[in-house]
């Protein structure tokens, strides 16, 4: 069945990008039912989307993290990645992938394990 | 501040029938359906309930999902141990975005 599984750095220096890659297996990343997206999950705090990519490239942000997103996607590896830039310690966070369904509806139905980014000098 | 409002707890003994709710706004459950997620601790969050009432493959129907308006509901009856998690709503808002619950702790006494 399809699973996701994020991977990355696990520790990020203040002011530096954060950058991480969801690889998608036992699917197609390029399926037109589909977005693909990034929620964090501060610890003991709630989760909070970041945004979501299309496999032709078109991308939804979070208002209050777009000037420092970028999500794109290789359907060639069946990937996409995540980058976020001029990080703080509010950037420390579980990230997860997770598939987006868009079509008849909305929601977002495989997620990844998470994968846990610290940031600190 | 979440988008959506969610109570941060809720609890019931087994056996019981619990509900948690979740207000948003015109933008968002007003005019989308609501999806419910359930994170057990140290795991990612799991699909519960989409398009306000259905349920994945798999989920049991102790779980049942409702929407009235701006608001929705997650109704656990028969509650178990296992249920025992945290659980967030979610909706599409018109901005465009997606918009979460700030999560609400069941506690099973």
């Known amino acids: 069945q399809l699973q996701l599984q994020e991977s990355g750095p696990g520790l990020v220096k203040p002011s530096e990008t954060l950058s991480l890659t969801c690889t998608v297996s036992?699917?197609?990343?390029?399926?037109?039912?589909?977005?693909w997206g990034w929620i964090r999950q501060p610890p003991g705090k709630g989760l909070e989307w970041i945004g979501s990519i299309y496999y032709s490239g078109s991308t939804y942000y979070n208002p209050s993290l777009k000037s420092r997103v970028t999500i794109s996607v290789d359907t060639s590896k069946n990937q996409f990645s995540l980058k976020l830039s001029s990080v703080t310690a509010a950037d420390t966070a579980v990230y997860y992938c997770?598939?987006?369904?868009?079509?008849?509806?909305?929601?977002?139905?495989?997620w990844g394990k998470g994968t846990t980014v610290t940031v600190s000098s | 501040q979440s988008v959506l409002t969610q109570p941060p707890s809720a609890s019931g003994t087994p056996g019981q029938r619990v509900t948690i709710s979740c207000s948003g706004s015109?933008?968002?459950?007003?005019?989308?359906?609501v999806n419910w997620y359930q994170q057990l601790p140290g795991t990612a969050p799991k699909l519960l309930i989409y398009?306000?009432?259905q349920r994945p493959s798999g989920v049991p129907d102790r779980f049942s999902g409702s929407k009235s308006g701006t608001s929705a509901s997650l109704a656990i009856s028969g509650l178990q141990s296992e249920d025992e998690a945290d659980y967030y709503c979610?909706?599409?808002?018109?901005?465009?975005?997606?918009?979460f619950g700030g999560g609400t702790k069941l506690t099973v006494l």
């Open positions: 979610a909706a599409w808002d018109d901005s465009p975005s997606w918009v």
């Open positions: 036992g699917g197609s990343i390029s399926s037109s039912s589909y977005y």
């Open positions: 997770a598939r987006h369904v868009v079509e008849f509806d909305y929601y977002m139905d495989v």
């Open positions: 015109s933008s968002n459950i007003g005019s989308n359906t």
């Open positions: 398009s306000n009432n």
